[in-house]
């Protein structure tokens, strides 16, 4: 199983717990757990297509385990002072992040979340998080579309547009895969979005944990993924 540093770099593009979380090492605890809530609903499970769904969990697991080191003084302290955390623990292993995400939340909807994506949408925090991608991909629109929450094919004139003015105002060089993009490239990245458009669907909580629970008889929701 890869370590969770690995996973981390993987998904998110770093291997230090606070920075995948976008906050500061001396973020309070409730810094912590809003800055947990709210990647977690940017790469929620049921709001991906069936082809993206696998590492839609894999990121909610991750940010599941972060939170999870952060949120313990304890824990914490020892990542602070050492970089070391304890990914062996029966704790971890067993641990079902779906069941942990319902503990700290209160009720969520459909609703609310996609209030929080036109709150998202035209933000700094999405120029940030634009601007990241951008310069990660070397101007790969695929990549951008994937690692910007929110966005689609749809959403790509909007976006080139604001990439187009972070180049104008030299806040991000200009690469020609993005600049000089092939027609091909950008059909074949539309119509795999029409074969395979967004859906909704229930999350199975045994794809939530690192090993399944003994019991799935409660499968968490999209109405029902947050506790108070």
């Known amino acids: 199983m890869a370590k969770l540093v690995d996973l981390c770099e993987k998904y998110f593009g770093s291997r230090n717990f606070y920075e995948v979380l976008k906050i500061q090492q001396n973020a309070s605890e409730k810094e912590v757990k809003k800055a947990y809530h709210k990647l977690s609903l940017l790469v929620h499970p049921d709001r991906v297509d069936e082809t993206t769904k696998e590492e839609a969990t894999e990121k909610f697991k991750v940010l599941g385990f972060i939170h999870s080191i952060l949120s313990d003084n304890d824990k914490r302290k020892i990542y602070d002072e050492t970089g070391q955390y304890d990914e062996d623990s029966e704790?971890?292993?067993?641990?079902?992040?779906?069941?942990?995400?319902?503990?700290?939340?209160?009720?969520?909807?459909?609703?609310d979340i996609n209030k929080y994506e036109q709150e998202y949408k035209g933000s700094e925090t999405e120029v940030k998080d634009l601007k990241r991608a951008y310069m990660d991909s070397k101007g790969d629109m695929d990549y951008i579309l994937e690692a910007v929450p929110f966005t689609n094919c749809e959403e790509e004139p909007r976006l080139?547009?604001?990439?187009?003015?972070?180049?104008?105002?030299?806040?991000?060089?200009?690469?020609?895969?993005?600049?000089?993009?092939?027609?091909?490239?950008?059909d074949r990245r539309k119509r795999k979005v029409s074969e395979h458009p967004p859906l909704i669907s229930t999350i199975n909580p045994s794809t939530l944990s690192i090993h399944p629970p003994i019991s799935t008889e409660n499968p968490c929701s999209l109405d029902n993924c947050y506790q108070r």
């Open 91 to 111: 704790e971890v292993v067993m641990k079902n992040w779906g069941d942990y995400w319902k503990t700290l939340f209160k009720p969520i909807t459909v609703q």
């Open 160 to 186: 080139r547009d604001i990439i187009f003015k972070l180049i104008e105002a030299e806040e991000v060089p200009e690469y020609e895969s993005f600049t000089k993009e092939s027609k091909k490239k950008s």
